[in-house]
């Protein structure tokens, strides 16, 4: 009935991440942490310049209910397409790495244990060839 | 069986949440994530009780006006939603007044209907005719004034500002749509600080907010700057300079661009003086870059994405026969998960 939704429970392995991060209202605390770093990031933050920011947080928060192993409608092809236009802009590794490593940064700001951190990155690094239009 | 009315049908839950019950019944609920996160299945109470786990996460500003997540709600009581907010209602009203407050700015004044409910710094639309009309924010407040006030400023040639200024009379008959939006005052946390910045007629709802803040006791700190181009763009000023020498967290800062040189912002200037924006309220209304730049501005100041609430003036663009512009005044939906479903009946 909604072919576009992945619900957590088909993925495998990630079953029990997003609620040891505590579900919804982890991704809640960490949109905004996230997305101010990314924003003052300069390796990156010239992609976001001119973008709508509360149609940005909308987005964030769906990319980090992926990256927790939550809800998502994320597809690859979706990933592919969205960022398209950025990587003819020349949306690289080092930038995919940038957007990780803020993401861990944030997680650590919240005080999640390293385990889960790298349960996240390696859920975002799954994302890596479809971000970057391999 | 607990009782569920949509579209003046009745249906019976079972159990089952809003969104289940009603799309097992042929009812095309928008929706995405089914888990409360994407908040893309917003509905809007008309009556009854809306379970508080159906709120959860949800914006004050939107839980004030009885929204929740239809994926979410699982009543327990008789229910009846909607999938449009309050703006969809039309009402006949009497011009009371008109009055000028500057060159080029008049103070509409029109009859509040029974039962007409809205929040400081809300959107009305005003009719000229049945296909023809403007979004305008109040500048009244509940429970203040009696009557409904909308600031309006002429645009040149515009369809609806135009009308208001050159052929609208006291005593005429128009209409009026319910208020919305979720730019507005919910005093729910009165010790909060509270940033309001305004370009243009924006500074009418902020001027509706501060006072209705301070007529419910708000304690925190009420910061409102008002940036204009010149002088003749600080109207309100005698309103705002009054209200400050009464209160004593209420602070008017009217913000004029140097003398032959651009405005550096409003936000620009609120932040130099104040810094810090953790834990403040932010409310932004006005021209769309100036929302959009404050809005990017006062995040990164330290302001919650969830706190920053804004209504952007967006010029008037045709989309059939009447191409007439209208500038400052015109007002569309802010983008945004929530806030486009909350608005949705903004049919710009």
């Known amino acids: ?134 | 069986m607990t009782r569920l009315r949509f579209r003046d049908q009745d249906y019976k839950t079972a159990g089952r949440s809003v969104l289940d019950c009603l799309g097992a019944n042929g009812q095309d609920i928008p929706h995405s994530c089914r888990s409360g996160v994407c908040q893309g299945c917003l509905m809007r109470a008309v009556s009854g009780v809306v379970p508080a786990r159906a709120q959860q996460g949800l914006r004050d500003t939107l839980v004030s006006q009885g929204f929740f997540l239809a994926c979410q709600c699982h009543p327990v009581q008789p229910l009846e939603v909607s999938l449009e907010g309050a703006g969809a209602q039309h009402y006949s009203v009497r011009v009371l007044g008109r009055k000028i407050l500057v060159p080029g700015i008049v103070s509409l004044e029109i009859t509040r209907p029974l039962n007409y409910e809205y929040r400081a710094g809300q959107v009305l639309r005003l009719f000229r005719d049945e296909s023809t009309w403007r979004n305008y924010s109040l500048a009244s407040v509940p429970g203040i004034e009696e009557a409904l006030h909308v600031h309006v400023r002429h645009v040149s040639g515009g369809a609806v500002s135009g009308w208001v200024h050159e052929r609208l009379v006291v005593g005429e008959e128009i209409t009026i749509s319910g208020a919305q939006g979720e730019c507005c005052h919910v005093s729910d946390a009165p010790g909060r600080k509270l940033l309001l910045l305004g370009t243009g007629t924006g500074v009418a709802p902020l001027w509706a907010i501060a006072r209705d803040a301070l007529r419910n006791g708000h304690q925190g700190d009420i910061h409102l700057y008002h940036g204009s181009r010149d002088e003749a763009g600080q109207y309100l000023r005698d309103e705002l300079e009054a209200m400050q020498s009464r209160s004593r967290n209420f602070r008017y800062h009217p913000s004029v661009a140097p003398a032959g040189g651009a405005h550096p912002g409003v936000a620009a200037v609120a932040l130099g003086e104040i810094g810090n924006l953790a834990h403040w309220r932010v409310y932004l209304c006005g021209s769309p870059a100036m929302v959009e730049t404050a809005r990017m501005e006062c995040f990164l100041a330290g302001a919650a994405s969830g706190d920053i609430f804004a209504d952007a003036f967006l010029p008037y663009k045709a989309s059939g026969a009447d191409s007439s512009p209208d500038g400052p005044g015109t007002l569309s939906p802010t983008p945004g998960r929530a806030q486009q479903a909350g608005a949705s009946l903004e049919s710009r």
């Open chain 1, 1 to 134: 009935m909604f072919p576009k939704t992945i619900h957590r429970q088909e993925r495998e392995g990630t079953m029990g991440l997003y609620e040891e991060l505590g579900g919804a209202p982890a991704v809640n605390a960490a949109v905004d942490i996230f997305y101010r770093k990314v924003l003052k990031d300069d390796r990156i933050n010239g992609f976001f310049t001119g973008v709508d920011m509360s149609r940005q947080i909308a987005k964030q928060k769906a990319f980090l209910s992926m990256a927790f192993g939550g809800p998502s409608n994320y597809t690859g092809l979706d990933m592919r397409k969205g960022h398209a236009h950025l990587v003819e802009r020349g949306l690289n590794d080092a930038h995919f790495d940038a957007v990780v490593e803020d993401l861990a940064a944030t997680l650590r700001e919240l005080n999640v244990s390293d385990s889960l951190i790298s349960q996240v990155a390696a859920i975002a690094e799954s994302t890596r060839k479809d971000v970057l239009g391999r």
